[in-house]
């Protein structure tokens, strides 16, 4: 955060393609699914793991300051023109930012730049889920039906964009 206690805005972030390889980016990614684990029961867990997130067709950014690590997150194509953001996480120290907000801005832009007209997320239920819900309806996310393989229930939700 600002020094000030002020948030970021998204373009104090450098924002690139990462090769999933540095300890900083995979400890992230860990903590991401340890913590998706400790409040969704693991049929409903659908982070990706690096292995996954290297997968054709996903696209995978990290957000850094001075080389610090603040937030990751990827683009996945689904295929008819759409997309899907997955393992959308801010750094434990960088909540509150604007680093997720950084990351969740680039996704939108690259998806628009690559032609997509949809962009999709599926998310968990809960408190500890609200502060993300928030951050995807202010940039425009709304509930939507279930797509690719993922149900809506008690644990999950869908959210989309229509780009």
Not at 60 to 87: C, M, P
Not at 111 to 117: D, S, Y
Request: proline residues 5%.
């Amino acid at each position: 955060m600002a020094q000030d206690g002020r948030k970021l805005p998204a373009a104090a972030f450098t924002i690139t393609p990462d090769p999933l390889e540095t300890a900083d980016v995979l400890a992230l990614l860990e903590r991401h699914l340890e913590e998706m684990h400790a409040n969704s029961p693991a049929c409903k867990v659908h982070a990706l793991d690096a292995s996954r997130l290297k997968e054709p067709g996903v696209t995978f950014y990290a957000a850094r300051i001075d080389g610090e690590l603040a937030a990751v997150g990827a683009l996945k194509r689904l295929g008819d023109s759409q997309g899907e953001v997955k393992s959308m996480r801010a750094a434990d120290s960088w909540r509150g930012t604007g680093a997720g907000e950084a990351i969740l801005l680039h996704l939108i832009a690259e998806a628009r730049a690559e032609g997509l007209t949809w962009l999709g997320l599926e998310t968990g239920q809960g408190p500890v889920f609200e502060p993300a819900h928030a951050l995807y309806r202010k940039h425009g996310f709304a509930p939507c039906d279930a797509y690719a393989d993922y149900v809506i229930d008690e644990f999950s939700t869908c959210m989309g964009l229509d780009l």
